[in-house]
């Protein structure tokens, strides 16, 4: 079995824990907003943006697989 | 399971194709045409027509179909930059170049799902259509375009001195501002870059998550990929809208200048409501 394959699997592994923290925390975030204040229910296309913010961590993540 | 994939990969020659650049046709004087070029230009054809043909066809009274369809694309952007700019005749101004950027990506996102873009069709060897957002020179060219446009319309609301100021904002006096300024002038290029990764990203991969489960699914493609399919449907209107929206985000901050302003009792208030 060639190394890289591990280094690979350790990269995928880490590399997702950060950007699927973050996303969960802006979920989160977002429920409680509308929880506490149902009119925050309108600023859902705004979670998207920061969330597309968020996942650019993920897919260079994903991209450098196709790299090393 | 392990065993399954195994006969499944054993059958098969060889791994999915997975391209992360594009591959270069044919040259026009020296000046290489790739496949992604070449598919932009017909996409970009495309939109013209189509986008020419339903504004004359458009009335006063709504029409069904697909004039309703752009009708509606036009509204949302002018909607959206009407809640960030806080003007109606502002919006109208400004949503021409915006509208046009939108309904590119999302057709240049979606024409790439098309059956025969990709491996189907080949031009000596190599891929003849690629999806033009799957490409990352073409998204540079797109994210600079729209940043230079920024800048541009930041200068022509401000004028040049009040478009400096933006950057150097605070006591000239203070060699802080210098400082803090050149790196708001480095954050206004690294929007380029991300702007232009998150694009030509989620395509690309969703390209390459298509081609996986094609390959995974052996006889039973279709099924297999027909999810990545409808979800790779959803991401192009979602990243088209993404990138019109953080555009139109850059283009108010660039032309407001409130940040001078200092917000009073508010913040007390919101500091008792948590507590409480």
């Not at chain 1, 690979?8 to 509308?34: C, E, R, T, Y």
């Amino acid at each position: 079995m060639e190394l890289d394959v591990l280094a690979k699997g350790i990269m995928m592994g880490f590399g997702m824990l950060g950007p699927a923290i973050g996303i969960g925390l802006i979920g989160s975030a977002f429920m409680n907003a509308v929880g506490r204040n149902p009119e925050a229910a309108k600023y859902f296309g705004q979670v998207f943006v920061i969330i597309a913010i968020v996942e650019l961590m993920a897919l260079l993540v994903f991209a450098s697989l196709f790299i090393i | 399971m392990f065993n399954i994939l195994q006969i499944i990969a054993a059958t098969e020659k060889s791994g999915p194709a997975i391209h992360i650049t594009p591959a270069e046709l044919f040259t026009i004087g020296g000046f290489g045409v790739t496949n992604s070029m070449f598919y932009g230009f017909i996409c970009s054809l495309l939109i013209i027509i189509i986008l020419v043909i339903t504004a004359q066809r458009m009335t006063i009274r709504p029409k069904r179909g697909f004039t309703q369809l752009v009708e509606i694309g036009t509204e949302f952007i002018i909607g959206t930059i009407e809640n960030s700019m806080g003007s109606r005749k502002k919006a109208v101004y400004y949503a021409p170049f915006f509208a046009s950027a939108f309904f590119f990506v999302m057709f240049s996102n979606w024409l790439g799902l098309l059956p025969g873009v990709g491996e189907a069709l080949t031009y000596n060897g190599t891929p003849l259509l690629r999806p033009f957002t799957a490409d990352l020179n073409g998204t540079l060219a797109a994210s600079t375009i729209m940043m230079i446009l920024v800048q541009y319309f930041a200068i022509r609301e401000n004028g040049l001195k009040g478009y400096l100021r933006h950057f150097f904002a605070g006591n000239l006096k203070n060699p802080a501002t210098y400082l803090l300024g050149v790196f708001e002038v480095f954050s206004e290029l690294t929007r380029i870059a991300s702007l232009a990764l998150r694009l030509f990203l989620n395509v690309a991969i969703g390209e390459i998550i298509i081609a996986i489960f094609t390959y995974l699914g052996s006889f039973a493609a279709p099924v297999t990929a027909l999810p990545f399919i409808l979800l790779e449907l959803f991401v192009g209107a979602l990243q088209a809208y993404i990138f019109t929206m953080l555009t139109i985000m850059y283009l108010s901050a660039a032309i407001k200048h409130s940040h001078d302003t200092e917000e009073k009792g508010e913040s007390a208030d919101e500091m008792t409501a948590q507590t409480a």
